[in-house]
């Protein structure tokens, strides 16, 4: 089936500093990538949506020059956390989709990013 | 605009016991409707996913689903649960706008007793 490959799994940075989050399609194109995030306890909220070769779609309140994600190719997609502070710590999970919506969706398997 | 609920933010069953988690969803035409499960610190597993045709569909590791209309509803049931069923559920839909992105419901949080 599908995969979706999501690193680093984990990661701890310095506050100021920046964080890529990778995720790629092994086995399909990915059309479409979601970037989500997802508070402890709580439910997945759609940071931003990208296509191959376009710029991103952030969702209202989300800050584009923070969350920098680049999706040049129809297998990878990053999500860059610039000058990271603590309250970006979070869980963040990648959704990658072929053109077919009943192809489905595929998630990654999420990066715990702490900032200290 | 639309939505997904789960109306039981936490379950507890009995290991051996039947399963129903609750899924109600707004939306006017045939939705494309998911289940998702995810263990602590994991991404989300893709249980089962309605689009058209039989209203039963069934999924893995045990796991079906009954779409209703009329009752705009999606119930994620299992016979019999096992200890590693444990885990957070989700239930979502296609959203409405051009990105199609996945919109979920709060999930619902299952846990087994031995």
């Known amino acids: 089936g599908a995969v979706v490959s999501q690193h680093p799994s984990w990661v701890i940075c310095k506050s100021g500093t920046s964080v890529k989050i990778e995720c790629r399609s092994l086995d399909f194109q990915a059309t479409t990538m979601f970037w989500y995030r997802q508070f402890p306890k709580q439910s997945l909220m759609l940071m931003a949506t990208s296509n191959e070769g376009s710029k991103a779609t952030y969702e209202q309140g989300v800050e584009k020059d923070k969350f920098l994600i680049n999706h040049a190719s129809l297998t990878l997609s990053t999500l860059t956390v610039t000058s990271a502070h603590p309250e970006d710590s979070s869980f963040y999970i990648c959704?990658?989709?072929?053109?077919?919506?009943?192809?489905?969706?595929?998630f990654g398997s999420g990066t715990r990013l702490t900032v200290v | 605009a639309q939505s997904v609920t789960q109306p039981d933010i936490h379950i507890t069953v009995s290991e051996g016991a039947s399963l129903e988690l609750r899924c109600n969803y707004s939306y006017g035409a045939t939705p494309y409707l998911f289940w998702y499960v995810q263990s602590p610190g994991q991404g989300l597993q893709l249980l089962l996913k309605y689009f058209s045709g039989d209203t039963l569909v069934q999924g893995i590791k045990g796991f079906e689903a009954e779409f209703k209309r009329s009752q705009s509803s999606f119930n994620l049931r299992k016979p019999s649960v096992h200890w590693s069923d444990a885990a957070e559920y989700f239930c979502a839909v296609v959203g409405w706008g051009s990105q199609g992105n996945l919109i979920f419901g709060k999930g619902t949080k299952l846990s087994v007793k031995p």
């Open positions: 959704s990658a989709r072929e053109t077919r919506v009943d192809y489905g969706y595929t």
